[in-house]
């Protein structure tokens, strides 16, 4: 099974800031990368796909880059709504495997 | 409105058995993979198992044998058959549909509010 590493676990930061989070693969996932917001007590929601895609709805200031089995989630200003953990997934190589999580905490 | 609801979930005994329920609306049940997706109390996300467009299914190991995913296109309605339950299977269950069908898989754009299996 491909394993996916995110760091942080978690985070604290402010209204405004840049805020980045990672995620390894344990083997190349060819850019079949996900990026998942969930809010306590809620489902998940896409945010981005094939890495770097946006999905429909989703605000500019989420974006992702990255290859091979390195990535990025990157929020250029971070928003009230924006707290909440992310889970980034690879959809390679089944069985499909989700990272540990990253919350994203107010300081 | 594209929309997937689960049901089916409730408090059961270790070793028993259960099926879940999502009924989709706005798209057919058939026409994307679909999905299951499950997250134990304060814990991440875990698949569980896909069906594809054509039928084809797949497992997570720690389910394999014991789950069984199907539909019913005229219902179009998505099923999780679940037996031999065990406590570590107490988690809330999602739904959810692949953007595609596009190999060699796609992100899950669209996702049931979940439905809570305690396996007690």
């Known amino acids: 099974d491909i394993q996916m590493t995110q760091s942080p676990s978690s985070l604290s930061a402010s209204v405004g800031d840049r805020v980045t989070i990672t995620c390894r693969a344990s083997q190349g996932i060819v850019n079949f990368l996900a990026w998942y917001q969930q809010r306590p007590g809620k489902a998940p929601r896409l945010l981005l796909y094939?890495?770097?895609r946006l999905e429909s709805g989703v605000p500019s200031r989420f974006s992702g880059s990255g290859s091979g089995t390195d990535y990025t989630l990157t929020i250029s200003s971070l928003q009230p709504e924006d707290f909440a953990t992310y889970y980034c997934?690879?959809?390679?190589?089944?069985?499909?495997?989700f990272g540990q999580g990253t919350k994203v905490e107010i300081k | 409105e594209v929309q997937l609801v689960e049901s089916g979930g409730g408090l059961i005994h270790p070793g028993g058995s259960l099926r879940l329920s999502c009924a989709a609306s706005g798209f057919a049940v058939n026409s994307n993979y679909m999905n299951w997706v499950r997250q134990a109390p304060g814990m991440g996300l875990e698949w569980v198992s896909v069906?594809?467009?054509?039928?084809?299914?797949y497992y997570a190991d720690s389910v394999k044998g014991r789950f069984s995913i199907s539909r019913d296109n005229s219902k179009n309605t998505l099923y999780l058959q679940m037996k031999s339950l065990r406590a570590e299977d107490t988690a809330v269950y999602y739904c959810a549909r692949a953007l595609s069908n596009g190999w060699p898989g796609d992100a899950f754009d669209i996702w049931g509010q979940g439905t809570v299996v305690t396996v007690s």
């Open positions: 069906i594809y467009s054509g039928g084809d299914t």
């Open positions: 094939t890495t770097s």
């Open positions: 997934q690879q959809y390679y190589i089944t069985p499909w495997t």
